[in-house]
């Protein structure tokens, strides 16, 4: 019997100290990942004031990738960040055409026309679809923090505002990524 006690105490401690060590997801800003520039893989920002982050996205790609290719003289930015929520695909994107990337260059985020940088977020779920996107109304900004060729990082800060068919305005702040390039 005082085996038996015993074993039912271990596990009750176990299990009080698996459930004190799991935390709550953050929804504030300071739950965001910090502004680093090591190509540690991370993207966060606020939409609407709610903490976005990235996890992988089952069945609908990777949740996290930028393509940009300086190496090969191709100039196309592409930075694509998916997160399911509940029963909703949430997700964040940002592009330019043939601009060539440097450290410490801010680069608007406007309408995708001509060769321009744009920004776009998305809502997609049950009887909700939405496509938000910046215009040269409704527009932000890319900020290169660090660009490394060598070893294919590239790091940023963002914000915008983006606008959908209805008129209804998404504001994206406080964004920063640290990632790698392929």
């Known amino acids: 019997m005082k085996g038996i006690i015993h074993w039912i105490m271990l596990f009750s401690s176990s299990l009080i100290l698996i459930f004190a060590s799991c935390k709550k997801e953050g929804t504030g800003i ?12 991370t993207f966060g920002c606020m939409i609407n004031g709610i903490a976005f982050k990235t996890k992988g996205v089952l069945f609908h790609g990777p949740g996290l990738d930028l393509a940009y290719q300086p190496a090969y ?48 977020f998305h809502d997609y779920g049950n009887l909700v679809f939405k496509d ?22 590239v790091s940023g800060t963002f914000w915008f505002d983006a606008v959908d068919d209805t008129g209804e305005i998404a504001e ?10 392929h």
């Open 132 to 153: 938000y996107n910046t215009n040269d109304q409704i527009k932000g900004e890319l900020i290169i923090t660090h660009l490394d060729s060598v070893k294919r990082i």
């Open 30 to 41: 300071d739950s965001l990942p910090g502004a680093t520039q090591e190509g540690r893989q």
């Open 73 to 120: 003289g191709i100039y196309d930015f592409y930075l694509n960040a998916d997160r399911k929520k509940n029963d909703r695909i949430l997700g964040v994107q940002i592009n330019s055409e043939d601009i060539k990337l440097e450290a410490g260059m801010t680069i608007p985020l406007v309408d995708s026309k001509n060769g321009k940088a744009s920004a776009s």
């Open 172 to 181: 994206v702040r406080e964004g920063r990524f640290d990632l790698l390039f």
